[in-house]
């Protein structure tokens, strides 16, 4: 697609529900990223696929978190037994490089998770 | 491992007068250096970036940037700020020697443009 496009855009769970948010990258595109940007704050890194396979999740703040992109597309971010901390915008981002000419990102417009 | 500071959470300006953002950097290597904007609602729009080459970046919507080593410094700047300039900013740091490490972004600085 032209963009990278991420759904639900808001999304309210109860304490304790699963949540299962979308990523669909810019077709093509090898390199996609999940951030986290609580309020006011900047985005912090949770994870990062090249391709299908995960190369980096040492930013997924605890194992209640899980990320996947099966086939080397769209991805999906689980959270299980949500938590009110993990109440933020969940921004992903794409890029069409992987070796260090890889310059920037495409982000989405991210989904806003509430957690009540 | 890398880091970014923007130490200013707020700058306020009128509408005409230029506009400086600050922000300074860590990383081990050498520096791929970005800045993003941010308006409500919104995913990052990319601004400009600097990889090698002129140390003054020039990005969309009349934004630049000024690359300088010997202060770890990047700040943004535009010699005349509009209204629709308010929103948030990121400055953003990778190693250029790392492969393909993340982006590691600040704490975002919020910019008012007064008419």
Avoid: M
């Avoid at chain 1, 979308?22 to 985005?43: E, K, N, T």
């Avoid at chain 1, 009110?84 to 920037?104: M, R």
């Avoid at chain 2, 140390?55 to 990047?74: D, I, M, R």
């Amino acid at each position: 697609g032209a963009g990278v496009s991420q759904s639900p855009r808001y999304k309210v769970a109860k304490r304790g529900q699963d949540v299962a948010l979308r990523c669909d990258p810019i077709s093509g595109h090898v390199s996609l990223f999940w951030y986290q940007q609580a309020l006011g704050q900047g985005p912090e890194f949770l994870t990062y696929f090249q391709n299908e396979a995960q190369l980096d999740k040492s930013g997924l703040p605890s194992d209640r978190f899980f990320a996947e992109r099966p086939e080397g597309s769209v991805s999906t971010l689980k959270i299980q037994r949500t938590q009110q901390e993990d109440s933020a915008v969940y921004l992903c981002a794409s890029s069409g490089g992987t070796g260090p000419f890889d310059y920037g990102y495409t982000f989405g417009s991210g989904t806003r998770l509430t957690v009540v | 491992a890398q880091s970014v500071a923007q130490p200013e959470d707020q700058v306020n300006v009128a509408e005409g007068n230029p506009l400086t953002v600050k922000c300074t950097y860590s990383v081990s290597g050498n520096p791929y250096l970005f800045w993003y904007v941010q308006y409500p609602n919104r995913g990052l729009q990319f601004l400009l970036k600097y990889i090698t080459g002129d140390n003054l970046v020039k990005g969309s919507y009349g934004f630049e940037a000024e690359f300088n080593k010997s202060q770890t410094s990047f700040h943004l700047k535009k010699p005349s700020a509009l209204v629709s300039d308010s929103a948030l900013y990121f400055c953003a740091v990778r190693d250029a020697w790392t492969g393909n490490t993340p982006l590691v972004f600040g704490k975002g600085t919020r910019l008012s443009v007064i008419a």
